[in-house]
């Protein structure tokens, strides 16, 4: 038998099923104990985009557990020992959809954090610590956006390829690069809102 061939036949899948089990169990772990140590109208919290905010922090958590996930089998397949390919491919898709879902809360409660009023977060920043605003919150915002591309583009070229893939070390590269790149993206810009809406709620 061929060194390619020994090579494919390690590439066994993990069962997908169970894959997608643990991330559940890890979103309905993490919802529990929200909703166990916290009233949910605190959860959501005053005013018309409350509602707008809990989702984006909920998708944002869900997109964070996930990635962790991706950047693991991303490193599996950059070392090419990667044995869950099929799961890389549905885990790719997974944080393509929670990225957009994500930007999409996430555009609507900048509408009051800019708000042309004296008392919006922004006005707040600008007046007590102007370099929030122009430093941490611009950079978190525009850097939040890259996200989705960089998943996209990972998801493309793995459902391109498919175990294609997994013989051409270039593409391996790339598609752990992105991956990568998608998860420090989003840890940074994870990690600059829960500050700024720490230092000033909407």
């Given at each position: 038998m061929s060194s390619n061939q020994e090579n494919l036949n390690h590439h066994q899948s993990w069962p997908t099923r169970s894959l997608i089990l643990v991330v559940l169990v890890f979103l309905l772990l993490a919802i529990v104990t929200i909703l166990l140590t916290a009233p949910f109208a605190a959860i959501l919290g005053?005013?018309?985009?409350?509602?707008?905010?809990?989702?984006?922090?909920?998708?944002?958590?869900?997109?964070?557990?996930?990635?962790?996930?991706?950047?693991?089998?991303?490193?599996?397949?950059?070392?090419?020992?990667?044995k869950a390919f099929p799961d890389l491919q549905l885990i790719?898709?997974?944080?393509?959809?929670?990225?957009?879902?994500?930007?999409?809360?996430?555009?609507?409660?900048?509408?009051?954090?800019?708000?042309?009023?004296?008392?919006?977060?922004?006005?707040?920043?600008?007046?007590?610590?102007?370099?929030?605003?122009?430093?941490?919150?611009e950079f978190k915002e525009y850097i939040a956006l890259f996200t989705l591309p960089l998943s996209v583009a990972a998801a493309f070229i793995l459902w391109r390829y498919g175990k294609e893939l997994l013989e051409?070390?270039?593409l391996r590269n790339l598609v752990s690069l992105l991956?990568?790149?998608?998860?420090?993206?989003?840890?940074?810009?994870f990690g600059l809102g829960a500050a700024v809406t720490k230092l000033r709620p909407i």
């Open positions: 005053p005013g018309t985009y409350a509602l707008a905010g809990a989702a984006h922090g909920l998708f944002a958590f869900f997109l964070l557990i996930v990635s962790t996930i991706a950047l693991y089998l991303a490193f599996r397949l950059f070392t090419n020992r990667i790719s898709t997974v944080i393509s959809v929670l990225s957009f879902i994500a930007i999409c809360f996430g555009n609507w409660i900048y509408i009051p954090y800019r708000a042309a009023t004296s008392n919006s977060p922004k006005a707040y920043f600008l007046a007590n610590m102007p370099e929030v605003h122009r430093v941490f919150f051409r070390r270039d991956l990568l790149l998608h998860f420090i993206c989003f840890t940074i810009a």
